[in-house]
């Protein structure tokens, strides 16, 4: 905060509440990166640190063995975005995920940063244990 005005006169304050534009960044995931063990049902869900615009594909994620999975389009003012499993992951596969920093951007008018500094990079690998019987009643 400012202030002007002369000793024992009126003083004026201007508040500067102008405060550095930060980058939009992954906050969270889920599952968890690095985590093992997800189910093959399992939807990937990001969180972003604030409101962004996403391109169609800047999400992807790719499991060994697997089709890539991505954001078939554009979406916009989100903080979060969520991607369902495939049908079902790749069993004890060990899967990638991707943010391309080029197709996310802030909504805010505070810029720059624009859009995040780097590429997100994150991990999962899903279960091995996948049983195909069907359950028998007792």
């Known amino acids: 905060a ?7 006169a009126a003083t004026i304050t201007i508040a500067d509440d102008d405060q550095a534009d930060t980058a939009p960044a992954v906050i969270g995931s889920s599952p968890a ?5 997800v189910a ?3 939807p990937l869900t990001l969180t972003f640190s604030e409101q962004v615009d996403i ?3 800047a999400v992807r994620v790719q ?6 999975v991505s954001n078939p389009q554009a ?5 979060s975005i969520t991607l369902p499993a495939p049908g079902a992951w790749t069993a004890g596969a060990a899967c990638s995920v991707t943010v391309d ?3 996310v951007a ?3 008018s505070s810029d720059p940063p624009n859009g995040p500094a780097a590429n997100y990079a994150g991990s999962f690998t899903t279960t091995s244990n996948v049983c195909t019987a069907s359950d028998t009643p007792i």
């Open 101 to 103: 920093a080029v197709g």
């Open 40 to 42: 093959l049902n399992t």
């Open 2 to 8: 400012y202030s002007i005005g002369a000793a024992g």
């Open 55 to 57: 391109a169609a594909g």
């Open 33 to 37: 990166n690095g985590a093992t063990s």
């Open 63 to 68: 499991c060994a063995g697997a089709t890539p």
């Open 75 to 79: 979406l916009s003012n989100v903080s």
């Open 106 to 108: 802030d909504v805010d």
